[in-house]
């Protein structure tokens, strides 16, 4: 599965964005689905991820009850809504594919779209 990420930008402290990863390939149902960012010089840090379905989600603390993931199987895309933003979530974003089920380590994922650069100021 081939995927790309789309819909970052500039937004103000406390505003909003939501990211898509729109994804090729008939099977796109049988992937589960992450997000992860990567700040400069910083690691690529994990921020959530969706079922193959889409009944189940997971987040790490950091973003929790602030970012939320959901999927569209017919329009094979992913998307992440981000609100209440902060200078700190300023990265670039990248979504990411596995087969099956979700996983948080970006060692387990092995299908990576071009990451889409998120800037928020303060």
């Known amino acids: 599965v081939q995927l790309q990420a789309s819909g970052g930008g500039l937004v103000q402290a406390g505003g909003s964005l939501r990211l898509s990863c729109g994804a090729s390939?008939?099977?796109?149902?049988?992937?589960?689905v992450g997000w992860f960012r990567q700040a400069p010089g910083k690691e690529r840090e994990f921020i959530a991820a969706?079922?193959?379905?889409?009944?189940?989600?997971l987040y790490p603390d950091s973003v929790k009850g602030r970012f939320a993931i959901s999927r569209d199987n017919v329009q094979n895309t992913v998307f992440l809504q981000m609100d209440s933003l902060k200078p700190e979530d300023t990265a670039v974003y990248y979504c990411?594919?596995?087969?099956?089920?979700?996983?948080?380590?970006?060692?387990?994922?092995?299908?990576w779209g071009q990451g889409t650069l998120v800037t928020v100021s303060s």
């Open positions: 990411a594919a596995r087969h099956l089920l979700m996983a948080r380590y970006e060692y387990e994922y092995n299908n």
């Open positions: 969706i079922s193959r379905t889409g009944d189940s989600t």
């Open positions: 390939g008939r099977t796109f149902s049988t992937y589960a």
